[in-house]
């Protein structure tokens, strides 16, 4: 049995203003919670990818691929979630400096929870696990190590903006281009 075009995509989700929802991550759905959001007339389909299709019992339906919400969502605080301390901190160890990867970084308690400190956004950091391991149980004094720069609650809109200029989104479809990079300097 041959899979179907359809199998592995996936629709942007724009917010009313025609910005992506979020950029960290990238707000994208499966095609199927698009198609069901776009039949149910909660979105409105933007775009649909070329020479892909569904079929009901009745008729041929586009693939969207993209959408934008009818109301305009705002995001108040950002998560605070391993994936955005990463993006907060530019993939890069707090400590060290050097980038990484999301697989290769940890988290550091600046201070130690060992010595009362707790997870939250103004004493977490990426680092990698060599400077970790260095600082080990100890404030970064006691380690005679130095933060690059004091961590903080970055706003929704801050962690975009991090996002954007890193362009952490992985496996872009041509058609959301346009959406995603609308001020960037055309080619001449």
């Known amino acids: 049995m041959t899979e179907h075009p359809a199998a592995h995509l996936r629709t942007l989700v724009l917010n009313a203003d025609m910005q992506p929802l979020s950029w960290a991550p990238l707000s994208i759905w499966s095609w199927q919670d698009a198609f069901v959001a776009v039949m149910q007339d909660r979105v409105v389909q933007v775009k649909a990818y070329e020479d892909v299709h569904v079929r009901s019992a009745s008729r041929t339906h586009e693939v969207p691929s993209v959408v934008a919400l009818k109301a305009y969502r705002r995001r108040k605080v950002a998560a605070f979630t391993r994936y955005h301390v990463f993006v907060r901190d530019e993939f890069r160890c707090q400590y060290c400096g050097d980038k990484f990867s999301p697989k290769e970084l940890t988290f550091d308690h600046v201070i130690p929870r060992s010595k ?10 990426a680092c990698c696990p060599a400077d970790n391991l260095r600082k080990g149980n100890l404030t970064p004094k ?28 992985q496996d872009l479809h041509q058609s959301w281009m346009d959406f995603l990079y609308w001020d960037s300097e055309l080619e001449r």
């Open 142 to 169: 006691q380690a005679g190590m130095r933060l690059l720069r004091q961590p903080f609650e970055p706003s929704p809109r801050q962690l975009d903006e991090i996002a954007r200029r890193l362009q952490c989104a």
């Open 116 to 125: 009362n400190g707790i997870a939250e956004w103004s004493n977490i950091v």
